[in-house]
């Protein structure tokens, strides 16, 4: 498949920033964003028969099967793709067999990777609080809500997910430095691996990623 606009891949650890980040390039790019996690946790939400797999698979603690994941985000991606000319995705691929799945649909433009230390992902993401009526993210000491513990859009009460705490937080960062450290070698062979620190500001994480396609 051919795109006229740029198809980006965001890499990095829990917490470090890439839904921000990729939602700011979203509207600058002018393509859509689109968050793997999130597109799992709607198909969990609507009660479809896909949605009551992924919700079997994951609450056993396991990862959804390369082809799996692979094929849910296939169409996705190419629907975003007809319908804009590029497209952002956070959070796939995952792992080597899903980015030559990925490469089967597309060839991507751009990897960006924020890095930012083990330490710094677990005081952000235990930080971290979500709208449970609408899905919006809050965290407590970068971006907190102006009420305690209440959705400035809806007014929802909000809530820290069971992977959000400690020991979880420990889990998936040992799967996904295992998991994507290969991912990172085959960008950069290929060339189109950026990788920004995530430490920064939000704006200057912001800034720095826009120099990429200035």
């Known amino acids: 498949m051919i795109s006229k606009k740029p198809v980006v891949i965001f890499l990095g650890p829990q917490g470090s920033g890439k839904g921000t980040q990729g ?35 994951i609450t056993d603690g396991n990862l959804l099967p390369n082809e799996y994941i692979s094929s849910f985000m296939e169409g996705k991606i190419i629907n ?25 649909i597309v ?4 990897v960006i990777l924020i890095n930012i230390p083990e330490e710094e992902s677990i005081l952000r993401l235990s930080a971290r609080r979500m709208c449970k009526n609408d899905g919006r993210i809050y965290n407590l000491i970068t971006n ?18 069971e992977d959000d705490k400690p020991q979880a937080i420990k ?40 120099k990429i396609f200035e």
């Open 23 to 57: 939602k700011k390039l979203s509207e600058k790019l002018g393509v859509p964003y689109l968050e793997a996690g999130k597109l799992l946790r709607d198909e969990i939400a609507s009660g479809s028969d896909d949605g009551k797999y992924i919700s079997s698979v």
């Open 80 to 104: 975003a793709i007809k319908e804009n000319g590029g497209v952002i995705v956070d959070g796939f691929p995952r792992r080597l067999p899903q980015a030559d799945a990925f490469e089967k």
């Open 107 to 110: 060839k991507p433009t751009n």
């Open 144 to 161: 907190p809500p102006k009420k305690e513990n209440i959705c400035d859009d809806c007014g929802s009460n909000l809530e820290q997910r």
């Open 171 to 210: 889990r998936r960062l040992l799967q996904y430095h295992t998991d994507t450290k290969p991912l990172v070698g085959r960008y950069e062979d290929e060339k189109i691996l950026k990788t920004i620190d995530g430490t920064c500001s939000i704006e200057e994480v912001e800034k720095e990623i826009w």
